[in-house]
């Protein structure tokens, strides 16, 4: 057996290098490289690898902060449709904890994304080191631990030969399409720069291929006549029709035997938006249009959906009468809601059930239902567009503004606050692959990161960053980033001085305001004044050395919006406009975690609401 002596951080490297994967006959690189911060526990070790390394096409990006490189590589992973990443580095203790909620985020998404964080050293001959975390009744706890929980597959690297059995382990679950996610290699300090005889063939050419899981028969026997005994199906389309690329077969499945479709966060944009069938999107975040067609459902089929609780309505979105048929290549997110499961790949069994349709010569019982649904929910975005704030503007036109104006390939990318409700109702997407939401684990600080990795992933295309104010004091360094990569992104804040979907929430519940706005202290009893706290975002995007432009007009929007396609570095335009200027909720409920007592009357009348909706819905 033919061998070669290599430290464990070169032997990672080169196997990592060549990981390659395959899906319906076309091969691709699966690593495009690794993205990292260096600290003690990993630039002597991994770090002198990736320095040494003498291949030019494995990319390093050096990041600012470690959750926000994380979220490059997942925003990186999801623009490519699960079928390229980059790995992420970090040294032991904090720079490592700062990872888990970006694997957290990975994990929810369902996106392949592979940490590799320092630890303590396996000999222990210096311990306790830096940053090292010390558990007093069971020593071989570290901060890499945290790990586990928001992890589909966790090793540690203890001696040089274990690196081979966890290297396979972890490409095993990032290259299955029902099981991917994140996946961690703790490594400890010392074991990185250790020497071992690997066998050559660990470092061969390896094509990990992704095959498309039909539906059984015996399934398909009890699929078939479920769906032809309907007359009013509704399809939920989740992210899992993209990542399986059947948006083509849904389209033909919807088209040919009138099937209206709701899409969810992740399902949003795979379809076009001017399809007659295609509703928008459904849930607590919907619209109207899309909600009454599920509420009025005989039978809900949804493909490649998590149904979590905003696509369901905290499961009070269907009819208790409704059939569910959830298809899925993972047999967990297929089994939720007590449906029929289906254990398929979207666009093989969207292809079988079709097929077999066709030959029933079956078709739904609707006549023009969605098509009148339809219609009148564009005229309401259109009434809703059309309103003005005589104090400033509106969170709706600028987004509508801002739908009209980009370029039509352009990718939108955003996270949380009230901007992924905004575009789950009202965002025309425009073309494929241009719409880029991270709904999953809503992660605040996702979305500058994110958009970040989506141009990485599509360097030829404009790629737009959608955020409030309140995420991006969470997360901007990678603006930094942006600009040492030569990768430009433009970022709209919309500046509304607070986190006001949440206040929203709170005070539509009957509490008063409280620690949700951007208020000055003083020494009243709840600690602030009416009087906000201004802050100039675009002057901190030119402290960067990126561009920056505010915006509190209309006009001064859309001359800022030319200016920025103009510029070749990233660019950020400061939005001021007036809180709580969002489409409203329709057709839809959410449950939420509210008192069950308490000394004011609102908040009681807010949970008794909350009760009755209680009596309504699925348990399960």
Known sequence: MKTIRLTVGQALVRFLDQQYIERDGKENKFVTGVIGIFGHGNVLGLGEALANYDNPDFAFIGGKNEQDMSHIATGYAKQNNRMKIFACTSSIGPGAANMVTAAATATVNRIPALYLPSDVYATRQPDPVLQQVETAGNYTVTTNDAFKAVCKYWDRVDRP?????????AFRVLTDPAETGACCIALPQDVQGEAYDFPEYFFQKRVWTVARRPVADEVLEKLVPLISSKRRPVVICGGGVGYSDAADALMHFCEEFRVPMAETAAGKGLVPWDKSYNMGGGGTTGNAAANRMIQNADLVLSIGARLNDFITCSKGGFREDAALVSINLNRFDSFKMDGLSVEADAKK????????????????????????????????????????????????EVLAALNREIEDDAVVVAASGSLPGELQKAWKVKGPHTYHLEYGYSCMGYEISGALGAKIAEPDRPVYALLGDGVFFMAHSDIHTSLQEHKKITIIVLDNMGHQCIHELQTSNGIDSFGTDFRYRNESPKGWVEDKVPVDFAMIARGYGAKGYTARTMDEFL?????????????????????FTWLPRYESWWRVGLAEVSDKESVREARRDIDEHLKLVRQY
């Open 559 to 579: 001359d800022a919006l030319e200016k920025a396609k103009r510029e070749d570095v990233t660019t950020l335009i400061d939005v001021k406009v007036e809180p």
């Open 349 to 396: 069994a969207l292809e079988q059930i079709t097929a077999a349709l066709r030959q029933l010569n079956w078709c739904s019982g609707y006549v023009d239902e969605y098509k009148k649904e339809k219609q009148s929910w564009l005229e309401e975005t259109a009434a809703q567009e059309s309103l003005r704030d005589p104090k400033g503007l509106r969170e709706t």
């Open 161 to 169: 030969e274990q690196l081979m059995t966890a290297c396979i382990n």
